[in-house]
């Protein structure tokens, strides 16, 4: 079922225009209800609260007995973030620095308050709090309402497999999630990573582009049926279309493709809330978990993993040093700082909206296309700023 009805912050004249994935253009906060990484284990210690934002949410996170827990970062009493000035006098709570209302890190009750310790208040209030998960050593929020759906139905396949070790980077960048998710997605902007130290110093075979075969259905594959209840496309023009190995102008040849033996990135798909997977990249041993993650309107956390099917202790060593020398600077900053600057670069024409009907797509961004109406139709819900202040 479309969620039109839900679009609420978009322009009538936008909307009309956009037919079809118009819950997309509203979903500049990000999508409601729905898992996101935002850090990794070991950077949050015990007892040591970490503050972020998420769709627009300041958060607090802490650590305690190993478990960890998630906070809305917003006082009940007159709304100061408590990590202004963080104050926990048990290991279990969190007093606010302004008029010491103390709140349960487990289920947010207002349990205490030190400078008025029969207020009626207590024991009544609660502050919103958010289910956290860790997996392969990252930390993940359920920034929804209600219960969680299992982890599984928010990361790609393959990446909670037993055997994959995960290891990865995560960074701020100013632009919003969908520019990110639309340039990690996009079929010719591999353009962009034509120089690129990691395709000559890998060896990798790497076309200039793709011209799409005849049917263009044949170019994405959408998966709703799957078993967890993951959401995604398939982007299959390598498959149904030709690479493009020499670029041509009036028929002259001025650029040519990186013809290296290495052949990778054969499986590309896109997943809700936002992740994308590249299979197998940067090597053929390996594979790409990458997720766009809203901050806010403006930014988006970039959560970049890559994996690997390791068998023992002895080859999780391997990689983890392989990661540190080779795949992190080559890979996660040498590839994709090109998509960084690229996601920086729409920025200011996507900003009111007027982008989403003034761009001119052309055949292979079909596979963009099949991702904003994919998000539109199954995304569980759209945050608003409504949920921000609420
Ligand atoms: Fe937090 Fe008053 S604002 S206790
Ligand atoms: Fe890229």
């Known amino acids: 079922m479309k969620k039109e009805m839900d679009v609420a912050n978009v322009d009538e004249a936008i909307l009309k225009r956009v037919k079809g994935w118009a819950p997309y253009v509203d979903a500049k906060l990000g999508f409601r209800n729905h898992w996101y990484p935002v850090m990794f284990s070991k950077e949050i210690d015990e007892g040591e609260p970490k503050t972020l934002k998420l769709l627009g949410e300041n958060l607090l996170v802490n650590r305690i007995d190993g478990k960890l827990y998630c906070l809305k970062d917003r006082c009940l009493h007159r709304g100061v973030q408590l990590s202004v000035k963080v104050e926990c006098k048990t290991k279990s709570t969190i007093t606010c620095w302004y008029h010491a209302w103390t709140y349960r890190w487990e289920d947010g009750v207002l349990c205490d308050i030190l400078t008025n310790p029969t207020s009626a208040q207590i024991g009544r209030q609660k502050l919103k709090t958010y289910p956290v998960q860790e ?57 962009i990573h034509k120089d690129s130290i990691l395709v000559k110093d890998n060896d990798l075979a790497l076309p200039l582009g793709f011209a799409p075969g005849g049917d263009r259905k044949q170019q994405t594959r959408v998966v709703d049926d799957d078993v967890v209840g993951r959401k995604g496309v398939y982007d299959l023009i390598g498959e149904h279309g030709v690479p493009v190995f020499e670029g041509t102008i009036g028929g002259e040849v001025v650029r040519e493709g990186a013809y290296g033996e290495k052949i990778v990135a054969n499986d590309i798909s896109i997943w809700l809330p936002g992740v994308l997977k590249v299979n197998p990249f940067p090597n053929p041993d390996m594979m790409q978990f990458e997720w766009y993650v809203p901050i806010d309107e403006n930014t988006h956390y970039y959560f970049q993993t890559l994996g690997k099917p390791c068998a023992n202790d002895e080859e999780r ?59 539109s139709e199954h995304n569980q819900g759209i945050q608003t700023q409504a949920h921000v202040s609420g």
Request: hydrophobic residues 40%.
């Open 135 to 191: 997996a392969k050593g990252c930390v993940f929020i359920y920034l929804g309402d209600g219960d969680p759906p299992p982890l599984a139905r928010d990361t790609p396949p393959n990446f909670l497999d037993d055997d994959m070790e995960i290891l990865g980077k995560n960074q701020i960048i100013k632009s919003n999630w969908r520019l990110a998710v639309e340039n990690g997605f996009d079929p010719s902007h591999i353009y």
């Open 317 to 375: 060593k391997n990689y983890e040093q392989e990661f540190e020398s080779k795949w992190k600077p080559m890979a996660l900053e040498g590839f994709n700082n090109d998509d960084i600057w690229a996601r920086e670069a729409m920025v200011d024409f996507y900003a009111d909206d007027k982008g989403w009907v003034n761009e001119m797509l052309f055949e292979v961004d079909e596979a963009i296309v099949a991702w904003r109406k994919l998000a």
